[in-house]
């Protein structure tokens, strides 16, 4: 049987200039498959290649068996492929009920369903999306993607820049979405030990490629093979004085 996302000997980059090389792996439904790796290795491309915005030089990525390298963007999401982005996208300007409607489609999740996931949402459903914390827009940015029905959701991410507190609320709402649903989910973190404890597998990338790939819970275990993979600094870089409020942060290393 055919894996529910499958990327095979990928190639990929940003129009003539190449950042990923020879990207292989697959993920089955329900599974979730940690993606680790320093700054400015090309975590984030591969899961834009994955949503069709690069440009593909050489290799497959497949959704049940289907090859969808060439397909648009919209007809990726269509048949599954749900995207949190480093940048959470959410409309400032209407409420969190309206975020969640105009994003769901016939398949998908219903807003009680949504709030059922984030309580946090469910009380500020008349807030506008601009007047929410950083926390709650992350949330957001989840919930309206599941409304799009995902079969796998790949999450870039999604703990930047929020406090401790904030980042263990969400990461409970991970765990029930994994323990309560078969939707796949790919998890790009820099919070390397807390995303493979929610994880099943792991890849980590290298200047765009897999230096290691193999099951999280032996990653967990290994903090020598961790440290010499991501670097001791990776860890402690992260903590912020506050949660970041403002939606507009993504800047990447370019
Ligand atoms: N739009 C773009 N055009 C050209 N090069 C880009 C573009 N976006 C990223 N890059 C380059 O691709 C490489 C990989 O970047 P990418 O953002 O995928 O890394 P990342 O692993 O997600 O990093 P981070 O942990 O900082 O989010 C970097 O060398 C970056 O400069
Ligand atoms: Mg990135």
Same mark, same amino acid.
């Given at each position: 049987?055919?894996?529910?996302?499958?990327?095979?000997?990928?190639?990929?980059?940003?129009?003539?200039?190449?950042?990923?090389?020879?990207?292989?792996?697959?993920?089955?439904?329900?599974?979730?498959?940690?993606?680790?790796?320093?700054?400015?290795?090309?975590?984030?491309?591969?899961?834009?290649?994955?949503? @069709?915005?690069?440009?593909?030089?050489?290799?497959?990525?497949?959704?049940?068996?289907?090859?969808?390298?060439?397909?648009?963007?919209?007809?990726?999401?269509?048949i599954g492929i749900?995207?949190?982005?480093?940048?959470?996208?959410?409309?400032?300007?209407?409420?969190?009920?309206?975020?969640?409607?105009?994003?769901?489609?016939? @398949? @998908?999740?219903?807003?009680?369903?949504?709030?059922?996931?984030?309580?946090?949402?469910?009380?500020?459903?008349?807030?506008?999306?601009?007047?929410?914390? /950083? @926390?709650?827009?992350?949330?957001?940015?989840?919930?309206?993607?599941?409304? /799009?029905g995902p079969k796998v959701?790949?999450?870039?991410?999604?703990?930047?820049?929020?406090?401790?507190?904030?980042?263990?609320?969400?990461?409970?709402?991970?765990?029930?979405?994994?323990?309560?649903?078969?939707?796949?989910?790919? #998890?790009?973190?820099?919070?390397?030990?807390?995303?493979?404890?929610?994880?099943?597998?792991?890849?980590?990338?290298?200047?765009?490629?897999?230096?290691?790939?193999?099951?999280?819970?032996?990653?967990?275990?290994? /903090?020598?093979?961790?440290?010499?993979? #991501?670097?001791?600094?990776?860890?402690?870089?992260?903590?912020?004085? /506050?949660?970041?409020?403002?939606?507009?942060?993504?800047?990447?290393?370019?």
């Open positions: 049987m055919s894996a529910l996302l499958a990327v095979d000997a990928l190639r990929a980059g940003y129009g003539e200039t190449v950042v990923l090389e020879d990207i292989s792996f697959a993920v089955e439904p329900g599974q979730v498959l940690a993606v680790l790796g320093r700054n400015g290795v090309g975590k984030s491309t591969l899961m834009e290649t994955i949503l @069709g915005f690069t440009t593909v030089h050489a290799g497959t990525v497949s959704f049940e068996g289907t090859p969808i390298q060439q397909w648009p963007t919209f007809r990726r999401n269509r749900g995207y949190v982005p480093q940048e959470r996208e959410v409309f400032p300007s209407l409420s969190v009920e309206e975020n969640l409607l105009v994003a769901s489609r016939t @398949g @998908g999740w219903q807003a009680a369903d949504v709030y059922e996931l984030f309580p946090s949402l469910s009380q500020r459903r008349h807030s506008f999306g601009s007047t929410l914390s /950083g @926390g709650e827009q992350q949330m957001l940015a989840i919930a309206r993607a599941l409304m /799009g959701l790949i999450l870039d991410e999604p703990m930047e820049g929020l406090a401790p507190i904030v980042v263990e609320k969400l990461y409970e709402s991970l765990v029930r979405l994994r323990d309560r649903s078969h939707i796949a989910m790919i #998890l790009i973190e820099q919070h390397a030990e807390l995303a493979l404890s929610i994880s099943d597998q792991a890849i980590v990338l290298d200047r765009g490629r897999i230096v290691h790939r193999g099951s999280a819970r032996s990653l967990l275990a290994d /903090g020598t093979l961790r440290d010499s993979l #991501l670097g001791l600094a990776r860890e402690v870089q992260n903590p912020s004085p /506050g949660e970041q409020h403002d939606a507009s942060h993504g800047t990447h290393a370019l």
